[in-house]
């Protein structure tokens, strides 16, 4: 037998058994796990390991997690990301969590990107983001005492490139699964939902009231989005195209895409531009501020009149309900800390 061989016989990946939640796989199809890049331990582990390290930045300072913080729902609760050189950003960072069900395939706020692996490309590179390159970047994990033999375990080749780096990145992401707040305890009849609670659930659901199931979902999909793009009417005059930007078609233009309302509590400001610092103001907004303009997206009945006019109570009773999709575990959990 060659080295080759034994070396291929001694690390052969173990495969990694996601633990998919009941309510997932009672309401959704299954993960969206790509052939060429199945989950294994040791792709995981070198994931996560990844999503950690300073290295992939140019000056050795920032890592994923700079962003997207475990402890807030992997985002950074600021408007905009700082960058290595302390620039700004435009956009607010995402938070990450269930994305193997997005079954798109679209990521980022504009749907620049497809797939999970391509996403895990774009801030290593950007030069208000990481802003260094990936032959530099391989080459310090190259030259790292542990990083040749954690890719020999994960890929079976100790020779470092950045499509073996965003691969395993990618892995150890279609791992972070949110799937135990309050209100999913509810749905297991693990936990009661308070007056003020269930009133709100009401009010989200209601066309007349609420409305927000359209883009956001009900207890029949637990990821309480629909991973589309929609502008929701938060401009008449678009400073950002948002989807418009990367399909080049007009009618895209102020179409974002619609985040999750899991883990809100953790995840403020809100908006892909983080201009509203509470949910106080999201509320408001849906209820008073809808602005009209030619890509307004169908489904805000309600724009004609500025919004659905909710009442105090019934902004208060929405806010506490939307807080039972926090998922105090997912923040928590020793197997995303670094």
Not at 10 to 35: D, M, Q, R
Not at 186 to 214: P, Q, V, W
Not at 238 to 246: Q, R, W, Y
Not at 268 to 279: C, I, K, V, W
Request: hydrophobic share 35%; glycine share 6%.
């Amino acid at each position: 037998m060659n080295c080759a061989s034994k070396e291929e016989e001694i690390y052969t990946p173990i495969a990694y058994n996601l633990k998919v939640p009941a309510l997932f796989s009672e309401k959704l199809i299954g993960p969206l796990i790509p052939v060429n890049n199945p989950l294994t331990e040791e792709g995981v582990t070198l994931g996560k390991k990844l999503f950690f390290e300073k290295l992939l930045s140019r000056d050795n300072t920032q890592s994923c997690a700079t962003c997207h913080s475990p402890k807030k729902a992997f985002t950074d609760q600021l408007q905009f990301s700082l960058g290595i050189n302390n620039n700004l950003g435009t956009r607010n960072a995402m938070p990450l969590f269930n994305l193997a069900w997005n079954f798109s395939e679209r990521f980022s706020w504009d749907g620049q990107d497809f797939s999970l692996e391509n996403q895990a490309f774009t801030p290593i590179t950007n030069p208000i983001e990481m802003d260094a390159n990936w032959q530099e970047v391989t080459a310090k994990l190259q030259n790292h005492p542990t990083y040749p033999d954690l890719f020999l375990r994960a890929f079976g080749t100790a020779k470092i490139d950045s499509t073996l780096v965003v691969k395993a990145i990618a892995q150890f992401e279609r791992t972070l699964i949110s799937a135990n707040s309050k209100f999913d305890k509810y749905l297991r009849d693990e936990a009661t939902l308070t007056s003020a609670e269930k009133n709100g659930f009401t009010i989200f659901m209601e066309e007349e009231k609420g409305d927000c199931f359209h883009c956001h979902g009900s207890e029949n999909n637990p990821l309480w989005t629909d991973n589309e793009f929609h502008n929701n009417g938060l401009d008449r005059n678009f400073t950002d195209l948002g989807l418009g930007a990367i399909t080049g078609d007009p009618r895209d233009n102020g179409k974002f895409k619609t985040p999750s309302i899991r883990n809100l509590a953790f995840t403020a400001p809100y908006m892909h531009d983080g201009r509203f610092a509470t949910l106080e103001e999201v509320i408001e907004f849906y209820s008073t501020g809808l602005q009209p303009s030619s890509t307004i997206d169908p489904l805000m009945k309600q724009i004609n009149r500025g919004g659905v006019n909710l009442s105090t109570q019934e902004k208060a009773d929405l806010k506490a309900f939307l807080l039972t999709l926090s998922d105090f575990d997912f923040v928590n959990s020793p197997a995303f800390q670094e």
